[in-house]
C-alpha cells in the first residue's frame, strides 16, 4: 500500500467510528444537471423546518436560478487564502467545526484543497466533519469516482485528475441521482443555463455530445443502483428483501440441446439483469474415459460459449443429476433454474417420477422456479 492509499484508509477507517454524523451525496452524469439546485432546496426546507443547517461551500458557476437559492440561508464566509499572487477562497473547516451546525452544504466532494490546507482533499474535510458528529450534504459528478476512471477517459477522451475514493460513497447514508436525458441536458446548455454562452458551442462538439452524455447516465444510475444496493443489504433483514433474480443453467452434453439452454438463459439474464450460472453434472457413466471425445469437444465448447456470455460455469460430479441440482440452487441463491425439454420415453418418464416430484418438491418449498425451454 502506497502513502497516498494508507491516508485514505486512515480518514476511512477513523470515520467508521461511532457518533459519526449523516451523510448525504447527491451524483450526477455531469455538470448543469441539477446538483447544487437541489441541495439548497433541501436546505431550505430544513430551514423551514427549523433545523440548523449552514452552507460551507456552494459553487453556482454563475448560474442565475442556482444562486438565487442563496437567499436566506444561512452562509459561513469561506476562508480567503494568497496562493501564486491570486487571493483565492477555500472552504473555512474550522470556523464550520466551530459553529457545529446540525447539517451543512459541501459542494465539489473532489475539489483539491489549495497547498497549506489541513487537508489536500474536500472529501478528507467532509470526513473530519463527519468525525465531529456534523451532517453533511455533498454533491460530486459521476466521473471524479475513483475506480470507473478509466472508463470515463474512454468515453469522453479526457482524464479526471481530481477524485475520490470509492469507500467513500461507502460512508454515505443516503446516494441520490440527479437525472436528466440527454436532449435535456444539451438544452439547459444552450439556453446558457450550464456555461456561459461564449463556452456553449467549445462544450458542445467536446464533451456535451449526446453518445457521451448517454454513457455517462448509464455508470451514474448503474453506481446509485450499486449504492441501493448494499443499503438494502446491509440495513434490511435477509428474510424481508425482495430477492435478486439469479438463473442457474443446466446442460447436459448434448450439443444442441445445451446450446439452446445456454444461450435463452443468457438472453433472460440480460432482461432481468440477472446473475447467472451454467450447470453441468457429470454421472459416472459420463466420466472422462466413458464419454465420446466428439460430446467432450462440444462440452468444452459450449461452456466456453457460456463464460463468453457472462455466466459462471459450474461442474460437479455426481451420481444423481437432481440432487446436485438442488444443491447448487441452494447454494447459489438461485431464483429460476432453465432446462432444456427432456427427449426421453414415457416408460423412462415413468421410472424417473419420483425423481423428478422430489426436485419439483423442494424447488417449490424454497421458492425456486423451473423453466423448461424448447
Same mark, same amino acid.
Given at each position: 500500500?502506497?502513502?497516498?492509499?494508507?491516508?485514505v484508509?486512515?480518514?476511512?477507517?477513523?470515520?467508521?467510528?461511532?457518533?459519526?454524523?449523516?451523510?448525504k451525496?447527491?451524483?450526477?452524469?455531469?455538470?448543469?444537471?441539477?446538483?447544487?439546485?437541489?441541495?439548497?432546496?433541501?436546505?431550505?426546507?430544513m430551514l423551514?423546518?427549523?433545523?440548523?443547517?449552514?452552507i460551507g461551500?456552494?459553487?453556482?458557476h454563475?448560474?442565475?436560478?442556482?444562486?438565487?437559492?442563496?437567499?436566506?440561508?444561512?452562509?459561513?464566509p469561506?476562508?480567503?487564502?494568497?496562493?501564486?499572487g491570486?487571493m483565492?477562497?477555500?472552504?473555512?473547516?474550522s470556523?464550520? /467545526? &466551530?459553529?457545529?451546525?446540525?447539517? @451543512? %452544504?459541501?459542494?465539489? *466532494?473532489?475539489?483539491?484543497?489549495?497547498?497549506?490546507?489541513?487537508? #489536500?482533499?474536500r472529501?478528507?474535510?467532509?470526513?473530519?466533519?463527519?468525525?465531529a458528529?456534523?451532517?453533511?450534504?455533498s454533491?460530486?459528478?459521476?466521473?471524479?469516482?475513483?475506480?470507473?476512471?478509466?472508463?470515463v477517459?474512454?468515453?469522453?477522451?479526457?482524464?479526471?485528475?481530481?477524485?475520490i475514493p470509492?469507500? /467513500? &460513497?461507502?460512508?454515505a447514508?443516503? @446516494? %441520490?441521482?440527479?437525472? *436528466?436525458?440527454?436532449?435535456?441536458?444539451?438544452?439547459?446548455?444552450? #439556453?446558457?443555463?450550464?456555461?456561459?454562452?461564449?463556452?456553449?458551442?467549445?462544450a458542445?462538439?467536446?464533451?456535451?455530445q449526446?453518445?457521451?452524455?448517454?454513457?455517462?447516465r448509464?455508470?451514474?444510475?448503474?453506481?446509485?443502483?450499486?449504492?441501493?444496493?448494499?443499503k438494502?443489504?446491509?440495513?434490511?433483514?435477509?428474510? &424481508?428483501?425482495?430477492?435478486?433474480?439469479?438463473?442457474?443453467?443446466?446442460?447436459?452434453?448434448?450439443?444442441?440441446a445445451?446450446?439452446?439452454?445456454?444461450?435463452?438463459?443468457?438472453?433472460?439474464?440480460?432482461?432481468?439483469?440477472?446473475?447467472?450460472?451454467?450447470?453441468?453434472?457429470?454421472?459416472?457413466?459420463?466420466?472422462?474415459?466413458?464419454?465420446?471425445?466428439?460430446?467432450?469437444?462440444?462440452?468444452?465448447?459450449?461452456?466456453?460459449l457460456?463464460?463468453?456470455?457472462?455466466?459462471?460455469?459450474?461442474?460437479?460430479?455426481?451420481?444423481?443429476?437432481?440432487?446436485?441440482?438442488?444443491?447448487?440452487?441452494?447454494?447459489?441463491?438461485?431464483?429460476?433454474?432453465?432446462?432444456?425439454?427432456?427427449?426421453?420415453s414415457?416408460?423412462?418418464?415413468?421410472?424417473r417420477?419420483?425423481?423428478?416430484?422430489?426436485?419439483?418438491?423442494?424447488?417449490s418449498?424454497?421458492?425456486?422456479?423451473i423453466?423448461?425451454?424448447?
Open positions: 500500500m502506497d502513502t497516498k492509499e494508507a491516508s484508509q486512515h480518514f476511512l477507517e477513523l470515520a467508521n467510528r461511532s457518533g459519526r454524523g449523516k451523510f451525496i447527491y451524483i450526477g452524469m455531469s455538470a448543469g444537471v441539477g446538483k447544487t439546485y437541489r441541495m439548497l432546496q433541501e436546505a431550505h426546507a423551514r423546518n427549523g433545523i440548523n443547517v449552514q461551500y456552494i459553487e453556482t454563475g448560474r442565475t436560478e442556482t444562486h438565487a437559492l442563496l437567499d436566506g440561508l444561512p452562509q459561513i469561506r476562508r480567503q487564502v494568497f496562493y501564486k491570486k483565492l477562497e477555500e472552504m473555512d473547516l470556523a464550520i /467545526l &466551530l459553529l457545529a451546525p446540525d447539517w @451543512v %452544504v459541501v459542494d465539489e *466532494l473532489a475539489h483539491t484543497n489549495i497547498p497549506g490546507s489541513k487537508n #489536500e482533499k472529501w478528507q474535510d467532509v470526513v473530519d466533519l463527519l468525525n458528529g456534523i451532517n453533511v450534504i454533491a460530486v459528478n459521476i466521473q471524479h469516482i475513483e475506480s470507473i476512471n478509466l472508463e477517459k474512454s468515453i469522453t477522451g479526457v482524464e479526471v485528475t481530481e477524485r470509492d469507500l /467513500l &460513497l461507502k460512508m447514508n443516503e @446516494v %441520490v441521482n440527479i437525472d *436528466l436525458t440527454a436532449d435535456e441536458l444539451i438544452t439547459r446548455l444552450k #439556453e446558457g443555463k450550464i456555461y456561459d454562452r461564449s463556452k456553449v458551442e467549445n458542445l462538439s467536446n464533451f456535451f449526446a453518445d457521451k452524455i448517454l454513457q455517462l448509464e455508470l451514474a444510475l448503474k453506481e446509485v443502483a450499486t449504492q441501493v444496493e448494499r438494502v443489504e446491509t440495513e434490511i433483514p435477509r428474510s &424481508l428483501q425482495m430477492r435478486h433474480e439469479t438463473f442457474l443453467a443446466c446442460i447436459s452434453s448434448n450439443d444442441e445445451a446450446k439452446k439452454v445456454i444461450r435463452k438463459t443468457a438472453r433472460l439474464a440480460t432482461y432481468y439483469h440477472a446473475d447467472w450460472y451454467v450447470l453441468y453434472v457429470q454421472t459416472p457413466r459420463e466420466s472422462a474415459n466413458k464419454i465420446a471425445l466428439a460430446s467432450q469437444r462440444h462440452l468444452i465448447n459450449n461452456l466456453k457460456a463464460t463468453e456470455l457472462g455466466a459462471e460455469v459450474l461442474q460437479v460430479q455426481h451420481s444423481s443429476i437432481s440432487t446436485a441440482i438442488i444443491d447448487t440452487a441452494l447454494a447459489k441463491q438461485v431464483t429460476t433454474i432453465c432446462m432444456g425439454k427432456p427427449h426421453i414415457l416408460f423412462r418418464i415413468i421410472l417420477t419420483n425423481l423428478f416430484n422430489q426436485l419439483l418438491k423442494t424447488l418449498s424454497n421458492d425456486i422456479d423453466i423448461i425451454l424448447s
